[in-house]
């Protein structure tokens, strides 16, 4: 491990000499590990997405705060620590980095904080399981993840299964055309919904490949400064039944409006729901869209990092 930089933020050996020697590397948020997950399959999900990362030759980035330092490139130890229940760690998007630094709070990253992380040490390709978006009673609640304006002011490309049916699809799809972040879909024109291949609404664009991802984020970043979101749905073997689906989101949503769950707990809570309604099904489909978004992940940034050389 050394300084990176910048005294705060620690860069493994591995990670910073991807980096210098411009070789492929692929940002991992711990938000899904500490609080999208259950223990013990929360561990063995980060250990496949990088384990998937490897795979397609680039070098995994898993990002979290630790003592007090963003860290990029957690070992497993450490990993293991940082979701230990009794270390209560925090969840961190993009706003929270400084105070966490500043108060020597321990925290797992979102997808904004993992990506405003990733762009400060010239990482470009971040994988996540769903991308954070508009909440179904944001008209009254404003619940809108950070992940969309963060998304539209840091030029990472994030790959994502869409975002969770527990939000807003339509509402959310508006604010990323507001925004000016590209939606763009893998092998297909329908936008996924996560547990589901087809959320029912269609994009403008498609791209058939790896290349033609990393082609399109270089072009696009000659024109404007946002991110860019490649949309990759879950394999049709492991898609979430629809009957048990659609039960399992009308539990989960009207549980969460009796608890009164708002804020940060939101998205935990309502993916607790689904794991319980399925009785562990959707963790399944949860862990098997995420590996096989750090592995297409992978191969966009062996593509860029091609591209660039
Ligand atoms: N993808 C998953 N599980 C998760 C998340 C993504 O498969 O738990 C997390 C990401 O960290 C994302 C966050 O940034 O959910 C969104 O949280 P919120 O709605 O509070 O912004
Ligand atoms: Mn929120």
Known sequence: MSNFRFSNVVISDEVESAINEGRAVVALETTIVVHGLPAPINFEVARECEASVRKSGATPATIGVVDGRVVVGLGSDELESLAEPDRRAAKLSARDLGLALATGTDGATTVAGTITIAHRVGIEVMATGGLGGVHRDAARSFDESADLTTLART???????????????????????????????????????????????????????????????????????????????????????????????????????????????????????????????????????????????????????????
């Open 155 to 309: 030029p990472v490309l994030v790959v994502a299964s869409g975002v969770k049916s527990i939000l807003d699809i339509a509402a959310t799809l508006e604010r990323l055309d507001s925004l000016g972040v590209p939606v763009v879909g893998f092998a297909t024109r329908q936008f996924p919904g996560f547990y589901r291949r087809d959320s029912g609404f269609t994009l403008d664009w498609a791209v058939a490949s790896a290349e033609e991802a990393a082609a399109a984020f270089l072009a696009h970043r000659e024109f404007s400064p946002t991110g860019f979101l490649v949309a990759n749905p879950v394999a049709s073997e492991s898609e979430l039944d629809q009957r048990l689906h659609d039960a399992a989101l009308d539990s989960a949503l009207e549980k969460a409006q009796r608890e009164g769950v708002s804020g940060k707990a939101v998205t935990p809570a309502l993916l607790a729901e689904f794991a319980r309604h399925t009785a562990g099904v959707s963790v399944q489909v949860n862990r098997d869209l995420v590996v096989a978004n750090a592995a297409l992940a992978g191969e966009i940034a062996m593509s860029l990092a091609h591209a660039q050389r």
